[in-house]
Every structure is written in C-alpha cells, then in structure tokens.
C-alpha cells in the first residue's frame, strides 16, 4: 500500500493524530479510537451487504465485531488516483486466538455459535437476492483440476521424486474427492433457500479472532456469504485438527462447545461430513503445484504431501468416531 492512500483519509470525517503502516494496510489514530484503512478488491455491491451485516452484529450486543465507516459523502468506499479501491473499518489492539491454547479455541467456538444465531435472519426477507454458496459446485470445480493434472503428470516423461511421490497416492484421494462430490450431488435436491438462512463469516480462522482486554472481536467480513453454519465451524476445526493430528477428543470437545448455543441439525452434520471427507488438502497441494513453476519445487511441497499421508489414518478414524452415520 503507497504512502497516496493515507490522503484518502481526508475524505472522513475525523481527526486524524497519526498513521503507520501494517500488514498491508493503514492503521490510523484518530478522535474515532483505532482504524484501519485496507485495499478492497471484491464487488462494490458486497460492501452495502457487509456493512448491514456489521451494524446488526454491534447492535445485537451479542458478538463484538469490526464496524466499517463511511465518507463524508456518505460512501463506503474510496479510490485512489488508480482506481484502486480502500475501506477504512475499526481496530483494536490484541493479539489473534492461540490456535495451541484448547480453552481459547473453545471460546471461539462458542462465540462462533453466538455469531451464528445472531446471523440466523430465517424469519426476514434481508437475504433475498443475496448469493448462496454451493460447495458442490466449488468441489466439481476442483475435480476437474485435479484430473487435469492427474493428466499432465502421466504424460510427463522426466519426474522430480514430488511428482513420483504424488502420483504414487494420486488416484487414492481423487476416488475420494470424486465419491464425496457425487454423496453431495444426490442430496443436493433437499436444498432450499431456507437451508441458507444464515450469513457465515466466511473466514473464521484464529487470525481474525482478535483477543483482547475486553474479550474476543471478530474482524475481517470480506468474505461473509450465505452458506450452511458448518462451513465457518468447518474451516476453524479443520486447522486444529490438522495441526493436533485429527485428534477426536478434541473434536468432541469443540462440537460439544458448538452445540451447547446452537444445536447443529441432522442435515448440518451430514454437510460438515462432507466437507472434513472431502481431500481438500491435497487439492491445495496439487493446486500449488502445478499453479507455480514445476522446474523447482519448495521442499516445504514435499513436507506437506508427507504430512497429509502420514495423517490419513487418523482422520479416517476421525470420520468414523464423529460421524458414524454418514460413513460408508
């Protein structure tokens, strides 16, 4: 972000004291508290949506979350001579959730369950219009990836020992991701907009968890969307149990954390199999690979591939100890 930026903040109304720079943003002292001003890069429209979003969270009084600030022209967005496109929203000082600290990640669950409910708007129309996510969808997609590479690998003649490596375990998870896509496709006729009724954070990961002095403020919205509940629980989980070898004692834990405010339906359960089952990462592994230059490739590559192997055993008992029903 260039130092330009920092006089589109004479477009609000406040008084700023002083700016530095931050991870790929602005963070500003003013007569406001703390702001942050970031380069927005997704559709104008969502912003609207996103702000809405954010005032019901703050005044349900329930969750504590980031709030976004409009110009003195009443807009929520503001460019730069290149177009380029910045939102300012509040901050606060902290430090993101300790993903080592078992306590901590139950309290983020817990919030995250609040955060849910308080995001539950099945009785009103203010979702009408608003996109849904359809992980089917987003699973085909990666299919057809991964069989794509799946093709350039075979028909490449000179292999690294990555891709002799990778080949050697390639049909095993693509039979996976194939067999879960076609279980998602035959209940997808169930789906209605009322399965939808509730707006995910869309990226709840422990570094948008901030803790701080007066408890945990949840920041980064930008990819909030219409889903099931389970796919912002299914994204927190996955990291932890990815990083505590898909330990099902504390996957008990946090569902039991979960269910304690928001009781997840039979149909949320079979949707968060579905999403554990599915080899997302070695999907993210295969994308990397071949997305980047195959001349060389990081030997963190190769960790990461050895990792997912060795845990395989582990997340298969995983499947079955927490979702005995949906198992095959």
Same mark, same amino acid.
Request: some cysteine.
């Given at each position: ?17 002083? #700016? ?9 002292? !003013? ?51 290149? +177009? ?5 929203? #509040? ?21 995250? !369950? ?7 708007? !099945? ?11 359809? @992980? ?14 799946? =093709?350039?690998? +075979? ?24 067999? @879960? ?41 930008? =990819?909030? @969307? ?47 199999? *579905? ?6 990462? *070695?999907?993210?592994?295969?994308? *990397? ?28 008992? *995983?499947? =079955? ?8």
């Amino acid at each position: 972000m260039n130092d330009r930026a920092v006089s589109l903040l004479d477009q609000y109304d406040i008084e700023v004291r002083r #700016t530095w720079k931050g991870r790929g943003a602005i963070l500003c002292d !003013s007569d406001r508290g703390l702001l942050i001003m970031k380069e927005y890069g997704g559709p104008a429209e969502k912003v609207g949506f996103q702000e809405y979003l954010l005032n019901h969270i703050k005044e349900s009084g329930v969750v504590r979350a980031e709030t976004i600030l409009r110009t003195k022209e009443n807009e929520l967005i503001v460019r730069d001579q290149d +177009r380029s496109a910045y939102i300012v929203k #509040t901050y606060c000082e902290g430090r993101e959730c300790d993903h080592r600290n078992v306590q901590e990640c139950c309290l983020a669950i817990n919030t995250l !369950s609040h955060l849910h409910n308080v995001c539950d708007f !099945s009785d009103s129309g203010v979702l009408e219009g608003q996109p849904i996510f359809h @992980i089917e969808n987003e699973y085909e997609k990666h299919n057809r990836e991964l069989k794509k590479v799946r =093709k350039f690998l +075979r028909e490449k003649s000179q292999k690294t020992d990555f891709e002799i490596y990778l080949m050697r375990h390639y049909d095993y998870f693509l039979d996976i991701a194939l067999q @879960i896509t076609g279980e998602l496709g035959y209940y997808a006729y169930e789906e209605d907009s009322h399965a939808f009724s509730v707006v995910c954070h869309g990226d709840y990961q422990y570094h948008n968890i901030i803790q701080t002095e007066g408890g945990s403020v949840l920041v980064n919205f930008e =990819k909030c @969307i219409r889903d099931y509940p389970v796919r912002d629980l299914y994204l927190f989980m996955r990291k932890l149990l990815e990083k505590n070898n898909w330990s099902q004692t504390l996957g008990d834990m946090l569902f039991a954390e979960y269910n304690k405010i928001k009781l997840l339906s039979e149909r949320d359960c079979r949707q968060l199999y *579905f999403r554990f089952a599915y080899p997302e990462k *070695f999907w993210k592994i295969v994308n *990397f690979y071949y997305n980047s230059g195959k001349a060389w490739i990081p030997g963190r590559n190769m960790e990461k591939l050895e990792k997912l192997f060795a845990q395989e055993r582990e997340k298969q008992l *995983f499947l =079955k100890s927490m979702f005995p029903s949906f198992v095959s």
